[in-house]
């Protein structure tokens, strides 16, 4: 994808730009870059791909569309905000990425990210790692058992499940159940210290959302409607989402 | 310790009500020993070493304070908050401790007002990825200064904070809460932490001995955009100090919380990750914080950053007539500007409240002077204790009974304190009771009080140049505390070193010039028409000389000021104006000729469409401006849609519709500047090309345009209008001077081909026009330096006397530069600096005769002429001249003007023959002081 | 001859820096050894050669020019 | 400065009162409204807005009767400023004494200054003593001076 040398006619067009920016308020800031690099000294994708943020919106800038919408680097890049927390002019380099993502026809997009979001729409369960609502139940009873037997001061520990009215519903990462189980136990231990009225749920329980991840807007939605429908119809207060 | 609380009235008589905090030391008897903030058990931050090291609660606020008289706090005293202590009280020799001082208000009655409050330095607290406050190696580039100063926390040893270290590796990061709308709201440049970021390299380079030192400036631009700034930005390089495109992400502490580690991307998107023993985070300047308390007190007007509002045209007018604004109050700047825009504030105070000139203030009247041609030499020692400070250390007892033995000496005593108010009657008294005509003072130190002794010896008719003090305090009591028997003996060698130099002492007369209310200004442009307009509204004749035979000059060919206000209309008026004004005479098609005299009395011809005529004047303004350079690159003069910005503005004024057509701009800057032959940044063409393209765009929003550029200098609020240009999808370019852009014709079109840094790729744009930031460069001022003995810069450039203290003023006194000529310059600056040399040359002016000073060099007997001292000279005060000697025989001969003298010495020290001495300085005094200090050496 | 060797200096001090420097150590009780005698001038450059010719004639041990 | 009636100015034009009314308040020809329903209107602003109109100049001939110097008041903002020095009026005569507020370099010079020229100055700091923030300076760039 390198080129070598970039020919402007009188007429540039960044079209790819152009169009993010009359998405964003403010244009996301798109063209206010003064080229000063802090974006991409934080970048941890920065050097990934041969890009970085800095070059990612010269290139949009530019008109360089062909690149940016072909460049595997926004598939690097982890939506984390490093660059847009210290640019001066608080410009939206994620939303940018982001819509990126989104011009790549879903059966090119990375395989991992599109599976883990394929798998999400398998079940109730929204988990990436295709873990039912009863597979987490009794991974969450197993260990809570196991903490009561044998950690002293915890035997009372509670991690509720699909308790009603509960005032908090909480979410859970696929990849502890799943492959950390006692990495949940710290988390219940807070809940309890602070007294806290909380469940899980049997569905949408998972935390992630690699549709999201993926731009894909639809099934990213569809996620999120099932999740808030399974706090609903537990009566839930609030709804915390630990990613 | 006051502060504005009220004003009312209007310009000509405002009311200000005053709140006078307590200060709980008299000032009048403060003697500034220094004891209460010894005694002082209260321990609290020192503010003005920004809390890096600590003061007492008694305290002064540096050194060199004026007024050097000490203060207490009261929100620390011990006594004033909880009641009990008073340990200054109990220790202060002079009684001067006030804890019944109270807050006062007064009420002032003034015609006008300045307001000058300054700025606060930015507090990067708020930025938690620097790591400021937390990470003991990252300090504030103000903190920085004061480790650096030999009179801050480290007494000039510096060190970094966190093991004490000397540091080998230091980061700058620049722009720290300037050009930031993001994490702060400070959208402006604050236009001197790029300066001072280098300066402080190049001044811990002098610090820190050996090898490896290691020094880098991370930025965005460098913006060196003052009089020699790049000179001295490439001298950095020249130096080793590395210069880094790049702004580092996080700033995380070292090993052991020592030092700092960054990780950040080159321009060529490489990551690097360092390690730096400190970092200095170049901070910007803000408002003060009371700022919009002042601003409400005095209903003015504020501009969206919170810096007081301003027309380009009156730079130092607020929205209030008769409240006047100078320093960083207006917008940030540096040094220079500050000393300058005050200037120009006092001239619109003056210009206001001109029919009250000299009503408040008087000049003191003496009694005629006594002659003491036929006396013999009879001295009068007075031996100062003062308080302790002197007499705790040295035996002034001692010194008293040895002055006595001393020859000449006719009457010697020791006073508690010799400068109050009460021992001076006495002295007096003593005087004209015991005739004495030489004095000695052995107390503390000319440089403060030289001046009250002077005065003193007036009031009895005595030359104020018979008095001679000896520095028995600051530069020997003080010093020397540990050993009282050598600061003994050192008082005595003191004393009589000033006694064998007295008595050597002769009356010294300080001349006086007749001043010409007259000034002469050279050149018609802005600068010159605004100076001379303020000076005659001043109620100063003036003569305005202008080349050309038309007032303007460059501001005919300019459309809009930086802040984008029309220059035509308000130049149509100034030359109407100026033209019609009855104290001015405007000559056109005139020069300059001959000139001769100095300070307060030049004469000279001029010649005026071929005739000659004489004029005297007793000051010059050179105000005879710049002009832009014709580029010979770009295909400049080959193709005509490469054009100069001046061009541009005249297309944007005549055919603004063939613009519209254009789709595609290309600027190039830095054309001319900045490069062997022009070493210096032309300091307009940046803030001039984003202005233009924000035009373009809006004569065309679809138009492309970019903008090719090495560093953009929109210093200032001019920051606006480079975020607006970039905000309009203009494209900013840099290249370096390694790898300039080329513009070629492909047949009938126009491409510039450059390479994009940030893209790492060759670029080539097809445009339609190119304009080109060509280089600003002074008229020939070489007839000028000639005739008036000034001088220009390596670049042509006047210059001022000093480039800090004395902006306006040159060299030769009398003479004054504004406008272009003195730098590259935009309207508002040039029209500040204009108001301001008016402001310097009133202080000529108003005065109908001139007092110099007396330390002058004189010509003895015998000089022959030689004329070594000619070239010594650093301000041409000599010249040769025909003398006839007693016995008829006819030489050359020197003959000092004492205005221009200086009485540096330069020429005494020169001379083989004694042939020339500077007044209380002769070669006789300063031998009979060596002979005096050594007179104990076998 | 027991007597620790006190040399003589004498110094020629520049009214406009040096001097003032030396005000300054006294305002900051900066210590010093009390063997320079100072001569105020008004710029180090007025100090005639033969000004530091007399004084080590006459036995001063060093001069100190600071201007 | 030029000084019109609406109705004058809609006369010499040909056109209605209500489009003379309409340019001046769409900012087409700018005008500034002053006492008596008269505007002031810049020479030069009429001119390029008769270019653009495709009006004959001549009509700023004929205004030219109606030139007139701006008093205070008459002006906007940053025109006022313009002639701040020379629109000061005061009946009584002016005190001469100045106050300046804060005692940093920019203070510090407009009080020597003042003093110089022949005028009583206060000079008001809100610390102990006067120098600002230059004397923090340990020096000062490009000639690296000691800031005292």
């Given at each position: 994808?390198?080129?070598?040398?970039?020919?402007?006619?009188?007429e540039?067009?960044?079209?790819f730009?152009?169009?993010?920016?009359q998405l964003l308020?403010?244009g996301g800031?798109?063209?206010?870059?003064?080229?000063?690099?802090?974006?991409?000294?934080?970048?941890?994708?920065t050097?990934l791909?041969d890009?970085?943020?800095r070059?990612?919106?010269?290139?949009a800038?530019?008109?360089?569309?062909?690149?940016i919408l072909?460049?595997?680097w926004?598939?690097?890049c982890t939506?984390c905000?490093?660059?847009?927390?210290?640019?001066p002019m608080?410009?939206?380099?994620?939303q940018?990425?982001y819509?990126?993502?989104k011009s790549?026809?879903?059966?090119?997009?990375p395989?991992?990210i599109?599976?883990?979001c394929?798998?999400?729409l398998?079940?109730?369960?929204?988990?990436?790692?295709g873990a039912?609502?009863?597979d987490?139940r009794?991974?969450?009873?197993d260990?809570?058992?196991?903490?009561?037997?044998?950690?002293?001061?915890?035997?009372?520990?509670?991690?509720?499940?699909?308790?009603a009215?509960?005032?908090?519903?909480?979410n859970?990462?696929s990849r502890?159940p799943?492959t950390e189980p006692?990495e949940?136990?710290?988390?219940?231990?807070?809940?309890s210290?602070?007294?806290a009225d909380?469940?899980?749920?049997?569905?949408?329980?998972?935390?992630?959302?690699?549709c999201?991840?993926m731009?894909d807007?639809?099934n990213?939605?569809?996620?999120v409607r099932i999740?808030a429908?399974?706090?609903?119809d537990l009566?839930c207060?609030y709804?915390?989402?630990?990613? | 310790?006051?502060?504005?609380?009220d004003?009312s009235?209007e310009?000509g008589?405002?009311?200000?009500?005053?709140?006078?905090n307590p200060?709980?030391?008299?000032?009048?008897?403060?003697?500034?020993?220094?004891?209460c903030?010894?005694?002082?058990p209260?321990?609290?931050?020192?503010?003005f070493n920004?809390g890096l090291n600590q003061?007492?609660s008694?305290?002064?606020k540096?050194?060199q304070?004026?007024?050097?008289?000490?203060?207490?706090?009261?929100?620390?005293?011990i006594y004033?908050k909880?009641?009990k202590?008073?340990?200054?009280?109990k220790?202060?020799?002079t009684?001067a401790?006030n804890?019944?001082d109270?807050?006062?208000i007064v009420?002032l009655?003034?015609g006008?007002v300045?307001?000058?409050p300054?700025f606060?330095?930015?507090d990067?607290?708020?930025?938690d990825?620097?790591g400021?406050g937390?990470?003991?190696d990252?300090?504030?580039?103000?903190?920085?200064e004061r480790l650096?100063?030999?009179?801050?926390?480290?007494?000039?040893?510096?060190?970094?904070?966190?093991?004490?270290?000397?540091?080998?590796s230091i980061?700058?990061?620049?722009?720290?809460?300037?050009?930031?709308?993001n994490?702060?709201?400070?959208?402006?440049?604050?236009?001197v932490?790029?300066?001072?970021?280098?300066?402080?390299a190049?001044?811990?380079?002098?610090?820190?001995?050996?090898?490896?030192l290691k020094q880098?400036?991370f930025?965005?631009?460098i913006?060196s955009?003052?009089?020699?700034f790049?000179?001295f930005?490439?001298?950095?390089?020249?130096?080793?100090?590395?210069f880094v495109?790049?702004?580092?992400h996080?700033?995380e502490a070292?090993?052991?919380?020592?030092?700092?580690?960054?990780r950040?991307?080159?321009?060529?998107?490489?990551?690097?990750?360092?390690?730096?023993?400190?970092a200095v985070?170049?901070?910007?300047l803000?408002?003060?914080t009371d700022?919009?308390?002042?601003a409400?007190?005095?209903?003015?007007?504020?501009n969206q950053?919170?810096?007081?509002k301003?027309?380009?045209f009156?730079?130092?007018?607020?929205n209030?007539?008769?409240v006047y604004?100078a320093?960083?109050?207006q917008?940030?700047k540096?040094?220079p500007?500050a000393?300058t825009?005050?200037?120009?504030?006092a001239v619109e105070?003056?210009t206001?409240?001109?029919?009250s000139?000299?009503e408040?203030?008087?000049?003191?009247i003496?009694p005629?002077?006594?002659?003491?041609a036929?006396?013999?030499?009879?001295?009068?020692?007075?031996?100062?204790?003062?308080?302790i400070?002197?007499?705790?250390?040295i035996n002034v007892?001692?010194?008293?009974?040895y002055a006595?033995?001393?020859p000449h000496?006719v009457?010697v005593?020791?006073?508690?304190?010799?400068?109050?108010?009460d021992?001076q009657?006495m002295?007096a008294k003593k005087i004209?009771?015991h005739?004495?005509?030489?004095?000695?003072?052995a107390?503390?130190?000319?440089?403060?009080h030289?001046?009250?002794?002077q005065?003193t010896?007036q009031?009895?008719?005595?030359?104020?140049y018979?008095v001679e003090?000896?520095n028995?305090r600051n530069?020997?009591?003080?010093v020397?505390?540990?050993?009282?028997?050598?600061?003994?003996?050192?008082?005595?060698?003191?004393?009589?070193?000033?006694i064998a130099?007295?008595?050597?002492?002769?009356p010294?007369?300080?001349?006086?010039?007749?001043?010409?209310?007259?000034?002469?200004?050279?050149?018609?442009?802005?600068?010159?028409m605004?100076t001379a307009?303020?000076l005659?509204?001043q109620?100063?004749e003036t003569?305005?000389?202008?080349?050309?035979?038309?007032?303007?000059?460059?501001?005919?060919k300019v459309n809009t000021?930086?802040q984008?206000?029309?220059?035509r209309p308000y130049?149509?008026?100034?030359i109407?104006?100026?033209?019609t004004h009855?104290n001015?005479?405007v000559?056109?098609?005139?020069s300059?000729?001959s000139?001769k005299g100095?300070v307060?009395n030049f004469?000279g011809?001029?010649q005026?469409?071929g005739?000659?005529?004489?004029?005297?004047y007793?000051v010059?303004?050179?105000?005879?401006?710049?002009?832009e350079?014709?580029?010979?690159?770009?295909?400049?003069?080959?193709d005509?849609r490469?054009?100069?910005?001046?061009?541009?503005d005249?297309?944007?004024?005549d055919?603004p519709?063939?613009?519209k057509?254009?789709q595609?701009?290309?600027?190039?800057?830095?054309?001319?500047s900045r490069?062997?032959r022009r070493?210096?940044?032309?300091?307009i063409?940046?803030?001039?090309?984003?202005?233009?393209?924000?035009?373009?765009?809006?004569?065309n929003?679809k138009?492309?345009?970019?903008?090719l550029y090495?560093?953009?200098?929109?210093y200032?609020?001019?920051?606006d209008l480079?975020?607006?240009?970039?905000?309009l999808?203009?494209?900013f370019?840099?290249?370096?001077?390694?790898?300039?852009?080329?513009?070629?014709?492909d047949?009938?079109?126009?491409?510039?081909?450059?390479y994009?840094?940030i893209?790492?790729?060759?670029?080539?744009?097809?445009v339609d026009?190119?304009?080109?930031?060509?280089?600003?460069?002074?008229?020939?001022s070489?007839?000028?330096?000639?005739?008036?003995k000034?001088?220009?810069?390596a670049d042509?450039?006047?210059?001022?006397?000093?480039p800090?203290?004395?902006?306006?003023?040159?060299s030769v006194?009398g003479?004054f530069?504004?406008g272009?000529?003195?730098?590259?310059?935009?309207?508002?600056?040039?029209?500040a600096q204009a108001k301001?040399?008016?402001?310097r040359?009133?202080v000529?002016?108003?005065?109908t005769?001139m007092?110099?000073?007396a330390?002058?060099?004189?010509v003895?007997d015998?000089?022959?002429?030689c004329?070594?001292?000619l070239d010594?000279?650093?301000?041409?005060?000599i010249?040769l001249?025909?003398?006839?000697?007693?016995?008829?025989?006819?030489?050359?001969r020197?003959a000092?003007?004492k205005a221009?003298?200086k009485g540096?010495?330069?020429?005494s020290?020169?001379?083989?023959?004694?042939?020339?001495?500077?007044?209380?300085f002769?070669?006789?005094?300063?031998r009979?002081?060596?002979?005096?200090?050594?007179e104990?050496?076998? | 001859?027991?007597?620790?060797?006190e040399?003589?200096?004498?110094?020629?001090l520049?009214?406009?820096?040096a001097?003032?420097?030396?005000d300054?150590a006294g305002v900051?009780?900066?210590?010093?050894?009390?063997?320079?005698?100072?001569v105020?001038?008004?710029?180090s450059?007025?100090v005639?050669?033969?000004?530091?010719?007399?004084a080590f004639?006459r036995g001063?041990d060093g001069?100190?020019?600071?201007g | 400065m030029i000084a019109?009636?609406?109705?004058?100015?809609a006369?010499?034009?040909?056109?209605?009162?209500?489009t003379v009314?309409?340019?001046i308040?769409s900012?087409?020809?700018?005008a500034t409204?002053?006492?008596?329903k008269?505007y002031l209107i810049?020479k030069?602003?009429?001119r390029i807005f008769?270019?653009e109109y495709?009006i004959?100049?001549?009509?700023?001939q004929?205004?030219i009767?109606?030139?007139?110097?701006p008093?205070?008041?008459?002006l906007p903002?940053?025109?006022?400023?313009?002639?701040?020095s020379?629109?000061?009026?005061?009946s009584?005569k002016?005190?001469g004494?100045?106050l300046v507020?804060g005692?940093?370099?920019a203070?510090?010079?407009?009080t020597?200054?003042?003093?110089?020229s022949?005028?009583?100055v206060?000079l008001?700091?809100k610390?102990?003593?006067i120098g600002?923030?230059?004397?923090?300076l340990?020096k000062?760039?490009?000639?690296?001076?000691?800031?005292?």
């Amino acid at each position: 994808m390198t080129v070598e040398s970039v020919k402007i006619g009188k007429e540039r067009k960044s079209i790819f730009k152009d169009k993010v920016m009359q998405l964003l308020p403010d244009g996301g800031n798109l063209n206010a870059c003064l080229t000063c690099g802090a974006c991409a000294s934080g970048c941890p994708a920065t050097g990934l791909a041969d890009m970085d943020p800095r070059r990612f919106l010269r290139m949009a800038a530019m008109g360089l569309d062909d690149q940016i919408l072909k460049t595997e680097w926004v598939w690097n890049c982890t939506l984390c905000w490093r660059c847009i927390y210290v640019c001066p002019m608080k410009i939206d380099i994620p939303q940018l990425v982001y819509h990126a993502r989104k011009s790549w026809p879903r059966e090119e997009r990375p395989k991992g990210i599109r599976a883990s979001c394929d798998m999400a729409l398998v079940n109730e369960s929204c988990s990436a790692m295709g873990a039912s609502g009863e597979d987490f139940r009794m991974v969450v009873e197993d260990v809570l058992e196991e903490v009561r037997a044998s950690q002293p001061g915890w035997e009372n520990l509670t991690a509720p499940i699909n308790k009603a009215g509960a005032e908090f519903f909480l979410n859970q990462n696929s990849r502890e159940p799943v492959t950390e189980p006692d990495e949940m136990v710290p988390l219940w231990k807070i809940m309890s210290t602070v007294g806290a009225d909380w469940t899980y749920g049997t569905k949408g329980w998972a935390a992630e959302n690699y549709c999201m991840f993926m731009a894909d807007d639809e099934n990213w939605e569809r996620i999120v409607r099932i999740k808030a429908k399974a706090v609903d119809d537990l009566g839930c207060k609030y709804w915390v989402n630990t990613e | 310790m006051s502060e504005v609380v009220d004003v009312s009235g209007e310009v000509g008589n405002f009311v200000v009500k005053v709140k006078k905090n307590p200060r709980y030391i008299d000032m009048e008897k403060c003697i500034a020993c220094g004891l209460c903030a010894q005694k002082c058990p209260r321990k609290v931050d020192d503010e003005f070493n920004l809390g890096l090291n600590q003061r007492t609660s008694a305290y002064i606020k540096y050194g060199q304070s004026v007024p050097l008289k000490y203060a207490i706090d009261g929100e620390t005293c011990i006594y004033l908050k909880r009641g009990k202590c008073k340990a200054c009280e109990k220790f202060c020799p002079t009684s001067a401790i006030n804890f019944e001082d109270q807050e006062e208000i007064v009420d002032l009655n003034v015609g006008a007002v300045i307001l000058s409050p300054g700025f606060k330095p930015f507090d990067p607290s708020g930025f938690d990825f620097y790591g400021y406050g937390k990470i003991p190696d990252v300090v504030t580039s103000l903190e920085y200064e004061r480790l650096l100063s030999s009179g801050g926390p480290c007494m000039g040893h510096l060190v970094r904070p966190s093991d004490h270290r000397e540091p080998k590796s230091i980061a700058w990061i620049q722009c720290v809460g300037s050009r930031n709308t993001n994490r702060c709201e400070n959208g402006y440049c604050s236009s001197v932490c790029c300066m001072y970021a280098i300066k402080e390299a190049l001044v811990t380079a002098e610090h820190i001995a050996g090898e490896g030192l290691k020094q880098s400036i991370f930025y965005m631009d460098i913006r060196s955009h003052g009089k020699d700034f790049d000179r001295f930005y490439e001298s950095a390089k020249a130096k080793g100090v590395r210069f880094v495109k790049a702004r580092p992400h996080t700033i995380e502490a070292g090993q052991d919380n020592c030092g700092v580690t960054m990780r950040y991307a080159q321009e060529d998107g490489q990551v690097m990750i360092e390690h730096f023993d400190m970092a200095v985070l170049s901070i910007g300047l803000e408002p003060t914080t009371d700022v919009k308390q002042l601003a409400d007190i005095f209903k003015l007007d504020l501009n969206q950053y919170r810096f007081a509002k301003t027309s380009d045209f009156s730079p130092a007018c607020s929205n209030r007539p008769g409240v006047y604004v100078a320093g960083a109050f207006q917008t940030p700047k540096a040094i220079p500007r500050a000393v300058t825009e005050a200037s120009t504030a006092a001239v619109e105070a003056t210009t206001a409240l001109i029919r009250s000139r000299g009503e408040l203030t008087q000049q003191k009247i003496y009694p005629s002077e006594r002659s003491i041609a036929n006396e013999e030499v009879r001295i009068g020692v007075f031996i100062c204790s003062c308080g302790i400070n002197i007499s705790g250390i040295i035996n002034v007892d001692e010194v008293a009974r040895y002055a006595r033995s001393l020859p000449h000496v006719v009457h010697v005593e020791n006073n508690l304190f010799s400068c109050s108010a009460d021992t001076q009657e006495m002295m007096a008294k003593k005087i004209v009771e015991h005739s004495l005509n030489r004095i000695i003072i052995a107390a503390c130190t000319p440089r403060t009080h030289e001046a009250l002794f002077q005065e003193t010896l007036q009031e009895t008719g005595l030359n104020p140049y018979l008095v001679e003090m000896a520095n028995i305090r600051n530069q020997n009591a003080w010093v020397h505390q540990r050993e009282p028997e050598m600061a003994t003996a050192k008082a005595k060698d003191q004393v009589r070193m000033a006694i064998a130099k007295a008595a050597l002492s002769v009356p010294i007369e300080r001349t006086k010039v007749n001043v010409i209310p007259k000034a002469l200004v050279i050149g018609g442009g802005v600068a010159g028409m605004q100076t001379a307009l303020s000076l005659a509204d001043q109620n100063f004749e003036t003569v305005l000389l202008e080349k050309s035979d038309r007032l303007g000059g460059n501001a005919w060919k300019v459309n809009t000021t930086d802040q984008g206000e029309a220059i035509r209309p308000y130049l149509e008026s100034l030359i109407k104006r100026v033209e019609t004004h009855s104290n001015i005479q405007v000559l056109k098609n005139a020069s300059v000729t001959s000139a001769k005299g100095s300070v307060g009395n030049f004469s000279g011809t001029v010649q005026v469409n071929g005739g000659q005529r004489e004029i005297a004047y007793g000051v010059a303004v050179l105000a005879i401006g710049g002009r832009e350079s014709r580029p010979e690159e770009y295909l400049f003069g080959q193709d005509p849609r490469v054009i100069t910005h001046l061009d541009l503005d005249a297309m944007l004024r005549d055919d603004p519709a063939s613009l519209k057509k254009a789709q595609s701009i290309v600027f190039i800057q830095c054309v001319g500047s900045r490069d062997e032959r022009r070493p210096y940044c032309s300091r307009i063409c940046c803030t001039h090309s984003v202005k233009a393209v924000i035009h373009l765009k809006g004569l065309n929003p679809k138009m492309n345009v970019y903008v090719l550029y090495r560093d953009i200098r929109t210093y200032g609020e001019r920051e606006d209008l480079y975020r607006k240009a970039r905000d309009l999808g203009v494209l900013f370019i840099s290249y370096g001077p390694e790898r300039k852009p080329a513009v070629s014709l492909d047949g009938k079109d126009l491409t510039v081909k450059t390479y994009d840094p940030i893209l790492r790729m060759p670029i080539s744009i097809a445009v339609d026009h190119v304009v080109l930031a060509a280089a600003m460069e002074a008229n020939d001022s070489h007839e000028l330096t000639e005739l008036y003995k000034c001088a220009a810069n390596a670049d042509g450039f006047l210059n001022e006397a000093h480039p800090k203290l004395r902006p306006v003023d040159m060299s030769v006194d009398g003479l004054f530069v504004a406008g272009l000529c003195n730098y590259p310059k935009p309207l508002n600056e040039t029209i500040a600096q204009a108001k301001a040399a008016a402001a310097r040359a009133a202080v000529i002016l108003s005065q109908t005769e001139m007092t110099l000073d007396a330390i002058k060099s004189f010509v003895t007997d015998k000089c022959d002429g030689c004329a070594l001292c000619l070239d010594v000279c650093p301000y041409r005060a000599i010249k040769l001249e025909n003398y006839q000697a007693a016995n008829g025989q006819g030489h050359f001969r020197i003959a000092t003007d004492k205005a221009l003298c200086k009485g540096c010495g330069l020429c005494s020290a020169t001379c083989p023959k004694g042939g020339v001495y500077v007044h209380g300085f002769t070669m006789d005094q300063l031998r009979a002081q060596v002979v005096a200090a050594l007179e104990d050496v076998a | 001859m027991a007597e620790k060797f006190e040399p003589v200096i004498l110094g020629f001090l520049c009214n406009w820096c040096a001097y003032a420097g030396g005000d300054l150590a006294g305002v900051g009780r900066l210590q010093y050894p009390a063997n320079m005698r100072a001569v105020r001038v008004m710029c180090s450059g007025m100090v005639h050669p033969d000004l530091v010719l007399e004084a080590f004639n006459r036995g001063a041990d060093g001069v100190i020019m600071m201007g | 400065m030029i000084a019109i009636h609406v109705g004058q100015l809609a006369r010499k034009l040909g056109v209605h009162r209500n489009t003379v009314t309409n340019w001046i308040n769409s900012g087409k020809l700018k005008a500034t409204a002053t006492v008596g329903k008269k505007y002031l209107i810049d020479k030069n602003v009429f001119r390029i807005f008769c270019r653009e109109y495709g009006i004959s100049e001549n009509i700023l001939q004929e205004l030219i009767g109606n030139e007139t110097v701006p008093s205070k008041g008459d002006l906007p903002f940053t025109q006022n400023l313009n002639f701040n020095s020379k629109e000061v009026t005061m009946s009584a005569k002016p005190i001469g004494s100045v106050l300046v507020v804060g005692g940093g370099i920019a203070g510090m010079q407009a009080t020597l200054d003042l003093a110089n020229s022949g005028y009583f100055v206060h000079l008001v700091e809100k610390s102990s003593g006067i120098g600002g923030a230059m004397a923090q300076l340990d020096k000062t760039f490009p000639t690296n001076d000691c800031a005292m």
